[in-house]
């Protein structure tokens, strides 16, 4: 307005919403991010207050409204008139009981990655493949399951399953791990998670 910045927000049905101004030398954080595809990890489009921490300081807490569905890729747009100096951390509050896990994370081309402890122990997760005959005993996936990296494993079994239907995951530490892909002989899982010591069951999309 005039100048002035006062970034995105929402106005819902027959309500007021009241938007601060910045000056018109304020600095703008643009942040884009993908929501990942397990069924539990998309969240509200809005109640997660970004702070961004530089060398020099901080922002205020910034509402960042977009579309947080799962599987889709958005992005807000803020203003903060603070002195932050160079970026350093990304602080996310969330204010309601949405629980939101992203994928990618980049704000004003800085990349923030995902979600923090989506990295798992390499080995303890026991995976049992569901068919419409039967299924296979729980195998062990012996395989880097660090944040951030493809990987994979092979086992056998004698049991005639005949197709898959799904995938057992059975987490027996206390480990927690979250992958965005997974599939079993070419057929897709989607995202997920399994906390610790769990058992958490996977359809084929």
Same mark, same amino acid.
Request: net charge negative; proline share 1%; glycine share 16%.
């Given at each position: ?24 030398d ?13 069924q539990?990890y ?45 970026i ?24 923030v990655?995902? +979600?923090?402890?989506? #990295? &798992?122990? *390499?080995?303890?997760?026991?995976? @049992?493949? /569901? ?17 951030g ?36 002989? +070419?057929?897709?899982? #989607? &995202?997920? *998670?399994?906390?610790?010591?769990? @058992?958490? /069951?996977?359809?084929?999309?």
């Amino acid at each position: 307005v005039n100048g002035y910045h006062v970034g995105g927000g929402s106005v819902d049905d027959y309500k007021t919403e009241v938007y601060p101004a910045y000056g018109k030398d304020a600095s703008e954080y643009k942040v884009l991010f993908e929501t990942g595809s397990g069924q539990y990890y998309g969240g509200s489009s809005q109640g997660y207050m970004f702070t961004i921490v530089g060398t020099k300081g901080e922002t205020s807490p910034h509402d960042c409204v977009a579309n947080k569905a799962k599987g889709t890729s958005n992005g807000c747009t803020f203003y903060d008139n603070a002195d932050i100096g160079e970026i350093k951390e990304v602080e996310i509050y969330n204010s309601g009981d949405e629980w939101w896990v992203f994928t990618s994370l980049t704000v004003n081309g800085y990349h923030v990655g995902g +979600g923090q402890y989506y #990295g &798992g122990s *390499s080995q303890g997760y026991m995976f @049992t493949i /569901v068919g419409t005959k039967g299924e296979t005993s729980p195998h062990n996936c012996v395989a880097n399951k660090a944040k951030g990296t493809s990987n994979g494993c092979t086992f056998y079994d004698n049991a005639d399953i005949g197709e898959i239907k799904e995938v057992k995951i059975y987490n027996s530490g206390d480990d927690w791990w979250a992958f965005t892909s997974l599939t079993v002989n +070419g057929y897709h899982v #989607g &995202g997920g *998670s399994v906390d610790d010591y769990k @058992t958490e /069951v996977f359809s084929i999309q």
